[in-house]
């Protein structure tokens, strides 16, 4: 498998001025990425939300090729867990808590 060049995850939103400027972090607190609006912005505050999501869909993308390369996983369990594990990233990626 090919090494990653991004910052490895979990990237979190650091919320500087609410609506107005986010940051997004990483685990160890560096900067990955701001989100600036100059006007207070619900979109400002989605993509900083949608960008803190992309490691985990990276991992989910990863994780579910792993599983479908197993013949021993029936593909209604890879669908059952890759549902769920979707689910959860989709609701970080909206910035709601789960």
């Known amino acids: 498998m090919t090494e990653t060049k991004f910052t490895p995850g979990p990237w979190e939103v650091s919320p500087v001025l609410p609506g107005y400027y986010e940051w997004v ?25 949608l960008i803190s999501a992309a490691p985990d869909m990276y991992a989910a993308l990863e994780h579910f090729t792993t599983m479908t390369r197993k013949a021993f996983i029936s593909p209604e369990a890879v669908c059952f867990y890759m549902q769920k594990y979707a689910r959860d990233i989709i609701a970080k990626a909206r910035g709601e808590k789960r």
């Open 25 to 49: 972090r990483n685990s160890d607190g560096h900067l990955v990425a701001d989100c600036a609006s100059m006007l207070p912005s619900e979109e400002c505050v989605a993509n900083a939300a």
